[in-house]
């Protein structure tokens, strides 16, 4: 009933940007909690950034300063620029959210895509 469908992913040279997208569809009431995991090979699921419908963000140390996330919530489409790519950003890139759909109002649950690869090569 409810699809996470992200986009952007790719190769980039150190020190490059991509900008990944997460569209939400269905039958959505709310999304509370917008935001990106990434899983790299022989690492664990580790938060990116994440925001919430009134806009707070929060960031992994690791990329503070680098990455920004934003949302539409007229779209309900979140957004992660990543800038200065490095190495380590090798990952697929998970997008998730806190949605409670039209026939379970005020009862959230955690959606998630199925990942977009972003590799990070010279």
């Known amino acids: 009933q409810v699809q996470l469908v992200e986009s952007g992913g790719g190769l980039v040279q150190p020190g490059g940007s991509l900008r990944l997208s997460c569209a939400a569809s269905g039958s959505i009431f709310s999304i509370n909690i917008m935001g990106w995991y990434r899983q790299a090979p022989g690492r664990q699921r580790e938060l990116v950034a994440r925001i919430s419908s009134g806009g707070p963000t929060n960031y992994v140390d690791s990329v503070k300063g680098r990455f920004t996330i934003s949302r539409d919530n007229a779209d309900n489409t979140v957004y992660l620029q990543m800038n200065s790519l490095k190495l380590d950003d090798t990952a697929v890139y998970l997008c998730?959210?806190?949605?409670?759909?039209?026939?379970?109002?005020?009862?959230?649950?955690?959606?998630w895509g199925k990942g977009t690869l972003v590799t990070v090569s010279s």
């Open positions: 998730y959210a806190l949605i409670s759909t039209v026939q379970t109002m005020g009862v959230t649950r955690e959606y």
